[in-house]
C-alpha cells in the first residue's frame, strides 16, 4: 500500500511502530571484504531482532568530523520497525556501537520516526 499522507491510511494497527533506519558505510578496509557486513548481520542484528528486518544496498557520501573532503561509499541501510520500548532501544544502540567497533567508522546514522504498520 503506498500512501501519500498518514491520514490517508486504512491500515488500524494494534499498537503503534517505531521504523528505524541505520546507514551502514562499507568502505575504508570493508570494501575488500564484502562478507563483514554478512557477518554482522548474522552475528549481531539476527539475534537482536529475529521478528525480521529489511537491508537495503545504498550510495552514500559523509564528510568526516576532521573536516577532510566528503567520502563516497557503498552503504547498506536497515531498516527495522519495532515497539519503541526501552528494551529496542538498548538493542538498536547496542547494534551501532558493534558496527562501529568492527569497522572503526565514527558513527552509524540513525533515522527514527512513527510508523503505522499491520502484519
Not at 32 to 37: H, I, L, R, V
Not at 77 to 101: C, K, M
Amino acid at each position: 500500500m503506498l500512501c501519500i499522507a498518514l491520514a490517508a491510511c486504512s491500515v488500524s494497527p494494534e499498537r503503534s511502530w517505531v521504523r528505524t533506519e541505520l546507514f551502514f558505510g562499507l568502505g575504508e578496509g570493508l570494501e575488500e571484504n564484502p562478507s563483514a557486513f554478512g557477518r554482522y548481520l548474522d552475528d549481531a542484528v539476527s539475534p537482536a531482532f529475529p521478528a525480521g528486518f529489511t537491508v537495503l544496498e545504498a550510495q552514500g557520501q559523509w564528510q568526516p568530523e576532521d573536516g577532510g573532503p566528503p567520502k563516497r561509499l557503498r552503504s547498506r541501510v536497515l531498516v527495522i520497525l519495532h515497539p519503541g520500548d526501552a528494551a529496542s532501544e538498548d538493542r538498536i544502540e547496542d547494534l551501532r556501537a558493534q558496527w562501529i567497533q568492527r569497522s572503526g567508522h565514527e558513527s552509524v546514522l540513525r533515522v527514527d520516526v512513527a510508523a503505522s504498520a499491520a502484519f
